[in-house]
């Protein structure tokens, strides 16, 4: 499954998608095939703006399959809200949250989300 993601100055997510070993490109370039989104949150439960920048057509957004949220526990209730707001307006499940790069225990269960995500939607679309 491709991965689409957006990372900022700390790059958290950005090292995380690397540990993944998917093929993955930023949001920016645009969703051009069925892809998991994995998207960091930025205050107030929002999604940054250049993720809604590059969802505005439709055809990108109908790509987004699922979500995997990123964030800080610090947080609190708005830890990965973000994440869950943006799966909520495109209607696509959360299939996974983790804190800033992620551990070694993160990599190894996001796989594993994505795996059984996957072979669901493949059985969905037989
Ligand atoms: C200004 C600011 C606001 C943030 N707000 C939230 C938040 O509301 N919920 C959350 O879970 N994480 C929040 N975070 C944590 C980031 O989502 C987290 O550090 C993430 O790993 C950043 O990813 P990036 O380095 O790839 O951009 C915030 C971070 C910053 C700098």
């Given at each position: ?18 540990k ?7 949001i ?15 205050g ?22 699922a979500i ?12 990965c ?26 990599v ?6 994505i795996?059984t ?10």
């Open positions: 499954m491709h991965i689409v993601y957006y990372s900022n100055v700390t790059k958290n997510t950005e090292r995380f998608v690397a993944l070993g998917l093929p993955a490109t930023r920016e370039a645009g969703v051009p095939e069925p892809s998991i989104a994995i998207i960091p949150t930025y107030d439960a929002a999604v940054p703006v250049v993720v809604l920048k590059a969802l505005k057509d439709k055809a990108d957004r109908d790509n987004i399959v995997i949220g990123a964030g800080n526990m610090n947080f609190g209730r708005n830890y809200a973000g994440a869950r707001k943006l799966a909520t307006k495109l209607g696509v499940p959360v299939i996974y949250e983790f804190e800033l790069q992620g551990t070694p225990e993160d190894r269960e996001a796989l594993a989300a795996d995500f996957t072979t669901e939607l493949a059985k969905e679309t037989a």
